[in-house]
């Protein structure tokens, strides 16, 4: 990791992890998008919706505008008018009992993630073959799991795949290459690119896990 912007503007979330986040379909999203015009996420070369933590939390205060009796259209209304919106918060504290596989290729790597994954207090495990993060997620499912989609040689994607298969944790891919495509392709909620920059990743990482303290927790059965 190194330090530098935490890139709270730039596309990070699928459409998929953001209607995870908010408990907010993703068709009501695209709906939103083309009738409002406000909240419009940039694209991906290959045509992914990517979406900025600035974005959800926009999204966010039009969802709790709507929970407290707004119609879509004043909520937006009311999300144009406002000027001082805050910006995304710094992560706080994890919470104990939260696990995360980290599968990446680069022990020194790994050492330094799993180093602020644990400070953050976070439980880890971290793998660096993806035959063997398979068949953890066999046998012991983790509450998020993040790859380097160049692990085992470039097997990353492929691991994606298998673990979007096989369970519905938040995967997020990582890679030295702009693999952001791809990496939704194969099932992947959120995507950075490496070098990672410490604040940016652990505000991601607490996103997924829906304790983020701007987005708060994801909502119960989805």
Do not use: C
């Not at 937006?76 to 919470?95: M, S, V």
């Not at 330094?112 to 046998?139: K, M």
Request: no cysteine; proline share 5%; net charge negative.
């Amino acid at each position: 990791m190194e330090g530098g912007s935490t890139g709270d503007g730039a596309g990070v979330y699928s459409i998929g992890a953001v209607a995870n986040m908010l408990g907010i379909q993703a068709q009501t999203l695209r709906a939103w998008e083309e009738r409002y015009t406000q909240i419009v996420p940039s694209r991906s070369p290959g045509g992914q919706r990517l979406y900025s933590r600035d974005q959800v939390a926009q999204l966010r205060f039009v969802r709790e505008q709507i929970e407290s009796g707004l119609q879509p259209a004043d909520a937006h209304r009311l999300l144009a008018e406002r000027r001082d919106f805050e910006r995304p918060l710094a992560p706080q504290a994890g919470e104990p009992g939260y696990s995360i596989l980290l599968a990446e290729r680069d022990p020194y790597a790994a050492d330094f993630v799993e180093y602020f994954l644990r400070t953050e207090g976070y439980t880890s495990l971290v793998v660096l073959d993806a035959s063997q993060a398979e068949e953890i997620l066999d046998n012991d499912q983790p509450h998020l799991l993040v790859v380097d989609l160049m692990i085992s040689g470039g097997a990353g994607l492929a691991l994606v795949n298998t673990a979007r298969k096989r369970t519905a944790i938040p995967i997020l891919a990582v890679s030295a290459l702009d693999s952001r495509d791809d990496a939704f392709e194969a099932g992947a909620d959120a995507f950075l690119k490496k070098p990672l920059e410490p604040l940016q990743f652990l505000s991601t990482v607490r996103d997924l896990l829906g304790t983020s303290a701007y987005l708060g927790r994801r909502a119960q059965g989805r």
